[in-house]
Nanobody, 127 residues
Framework: QVQPVESGGGLVQPGGSLKLSCAASGFTIDFAAIGWFRQAPGKEREGVSF????????????WYADSVKGRFTVSGDSAKNTVYLQMNNLKPEDTAVYYC????????????????WGQGTQVTVSS
């Protein structure tokens, strides 16, 4: 059964850092595109960052939303079959439930293209 599992959320002060993990179960990250999405109360789910090993070589292609460029870094560890989202210089507007999702194909930025979703992890940025 294909199932991404997120972890690592929590409460952090503005300017702080958190690292989210997405552990892959039932699939291999080198043969999938992984997307990090977030959804704040009253807002639509939005794409934050994406990663894919398009040629399955272990070299990853990445994509970031403008709102997180320079602050967030997505990476993959084939040995652990896990994708990470390092979030630095966090802002209150980053507060949301963060989801990891996967699809078997190239990176796509719309959530409707992703068929398997994790349960989500809460990230709260507040002083």
């Amino acid at each position: 059964q294909v199932q991404p599992v997120e972890s690592g959320g929590g409460l952090v002060q503005p300017g702080g850092s958190l690292k989210l993990s997405c552990a892959a179960s039932g699939f291999t990250i080198d043969f999938a595109a992984i997307g990090w999405f977030r959804q704040a109360p009253g807002k639509e789910r939005e794409g934050v960052s994406f990663i894919s090993s398009g040629d399955h070589s272990g070299d990853y292609e990445t994509w970031y939303a403008d709102s997180v460029k320079g602050r967030f870094t997505v990476s993959g560890d084939s040995a652990k079959n896990t994708v990470y989202l390092q979030m630095n210089n966090l802002k209150p507007e980053d507060t949301a439930v963060y989801y990891c999702a996967t699809r078997f194909g190239a990176i796509a930025t719309q959530p409707t293209w992703y068929s398997h979703w994790g349960q989500g992890t809460q990230v709260t940025v507040s002083s």
